[in-house]
């Protein structure tokens, strides 16, 4: 990790963050305490913090209203990047008229919960306004270097980084067409950079793609371009790698990726990290996200000058995976209710924890919602079901057993499952059931919230049936797809 954070986060975080200080980018010093409710060393970004890195994670406008996603994203988190806040299409969506509000809130935010911010994004062909891509050609340098001087302008002393040019790269490694590519050809790249590092002299200065955390055809190419900006004295500090991934299939060259870009003298940083799964989530492919977040934390850490991990949203719930990649989700450290999953476990012990040790977005004391909302059982979760089901003319009686099968306590537990058409639940017992039909929900009672290890529990409902009085199918525990029998 740099030695430059290395240093301010001796000196104490906070603050710092906003006063990026000198060329060199030390932090000026300011003394915190841990997150609102976090005993030292048990947040991801306390643990970060102890190895000199920070743990960082995207937040939009909106999740701004969701306490319990902020209860979660301002005490495990120490870096926050605007979802979509800072993009060209919020921030000047009409020339030369800017709007830094939905962006002065993340970085409002940012600041109460003592975090950095990554700037996101300055130059980038995508959410950018149609005035820009219909400009005149020999009017779009001028539309550019006014964006990135008003914006980094503004934002001065309070993002520790800029993305200034996203996702400039084609898969095969060629320079992607997009406006500013096509009135300026590949200098707009320079340009873009100069601009912003006349603008903010302190803010670490990013080129940000995807598919390049592996050596491949389009890492090369940003190898390659990343050098030559560096011989030419263009300001360049960092290389983003999103790690957008699918489980099981984070690069064998991650590392040594990483290690080529940090032996130019640069930073690297993960910028967007959240590994993707069909969902419903079998305990397999949970297990193996976990296998695949220590790996790239662990990258991460092994080379000094990667600088941090961040992750792209807070939970499953506001990921962007299953609004872009049908029938895929799952992918963060978070499941829907904000309960940390294997994932997290293993993040922690990739930063040099301990897992399972209690969190603040999982001890009751803290967290709004651990108290009502199941949790996902940790790594090697499992489920059992069985069923039984006695019928009459017009009505039907099912009991349904549900075992642990994983290796640790559930403390919490909502089954979902199929019920046939024509099943209409009526009553229920030891769970809440909702809705009465489809696809429905069994919440634990607060009496039987906690099964062991090993152990099961087990509940039941009348239902009205039409004619077909099969047992319910599909069963998932926390999320966790189950099996029968
Ligand atoms: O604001 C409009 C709203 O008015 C409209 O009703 C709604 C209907 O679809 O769309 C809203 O805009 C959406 C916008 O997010 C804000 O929520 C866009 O449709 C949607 O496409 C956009 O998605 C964003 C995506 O970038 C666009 O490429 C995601 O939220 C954001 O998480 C995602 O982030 C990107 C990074 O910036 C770069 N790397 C990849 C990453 C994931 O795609």
Redesign the pocket.
């Known amino acids: 990790m740099a030695a430059q954070l290395r240093a301010a986060n001796r000196r104490g975080r906070a603050l710092a963050a906003f006063a990026v200080a000198a060329a060199g980018g030390l932090l000026a010093a300011a003394t915190f305490g841990s997150g609102p409710a976090g005993a030292a060393g048990t947040t991801l970004r306390d643990l970060a913090e102890a190895k000199g890195s920070y743990f960082g994670t995207?937040v939009t406008q909106n999740d701004l209203n969701n306490s319990a996603l902020t209860a979660v994203a301002g005490t495990q988190f120490d870096m926050v990047t605007p979802?979509?806040e800072m993009k060209w299409d919020t921030t000047e969506s009409s020339a030369n008229n800017f709007n830094f509000g939905p962006g002065d809130k993340i970085v409002s935010f940012a600041k109460s919960h003592s975090m950095r911010v990554r700037g996101?994004?300055l130059v980038w062909h995508?959410?950018l306004p149609s005035w820009v891509s219909s400009l005149p050609t020999a009017q779009v340098q001028a539309a550019m270097e006014n964006h990135v001087t008003t914006q980094a302008t503004h934002y001065k002393g309070q993002v520790y980084s800029w993305d200034v040019v996203?996702?400039p790269f084609n898969e095969d490694g060629s320079l992607r067409t997009s406006v500013f590519y096509n009135a300026m050809g590949s200098g707009y790249i320079a340009d873009a950079l100069r601009t912003a590092r006349a603008a903010d002299p302190n803010a670490k200065l990013y080129l940000n793609d995807?598919n390049i955390e592996g050596v491949n055809a389009k890492s090369d190419a940003m190898y390659q371009l990343v050098s030559s900006l560096k011989s030419q004295g263009v300001p360049i500090d960092g290389v983003g790698l999103?790690a957008?991934f699918i489980v099981g299939q984070v690069p064998s060259t991650m590392k040594a990726n990483i290690q080529r870009f940090t032996a130019l003298g640069l930073d690297v940083a993960i910028t967007?990290l959240d590994d993707r799964m069909q969902v419903p989530a079998s305990a397999a492919n949970l297990a193996q996200q976990a296998t695949d977040y220590a790996t790239v934390i662990s990258n991460c850490l092994a080379v000094s000058g990667c600088v941090g991990v961040s992750q792209?949203g807070v939970g499953d719930a506001d990921s962007?995976i299953p609004g872009?990649f049908s029938g895929y989700g799952a992918a963060t450290m978070y499941d829907d209710n904000y309960q940390p999953k294997a994932s997290y476990n293993s993040a922690v012990t990739a930063l040099g924890g301990t897992a399972g040790s209690p969190s603040p977005s999982s001890s009751p004391s803290s967290s709004p919602s651990s108290s009502s909302s199941p949790s996902t059982p940790p790594s090697g979760a499992a489920c059992k079901v069985s069923t039984q089901v006695s019928s009459w003319n017009t009505g039907l009686t099912e009991n349904i057993t549900v075992t642990n099968t994983g290796g640790s306590a559930v403390n919490g537990w909502s089954v979902k499952f199929t019920l046939p058409g024509g099943q209409t639940v009526s009553s229920a017992w030891n769970a809440t059931v909702s809705p009465a039909s489809g696809q429905v929900t069994a919440t634990n009672l607060t009496y039987n919230a906690a099964i062991p290890a090993g152990g099961s529990t087990s509940f039941g409902f009348n239902a009205n049936h039409t004619g077909n009085t099969a047992a319910a199918t599909g069963f998932s525990l926390n999320g966790v797809a189950c099996s029968i029998g």
């Open positions: 995207a979802g979509n996101h994004t995508s959410q996203n996702e995807y999103e957008h967007e792209w962007w872009a």
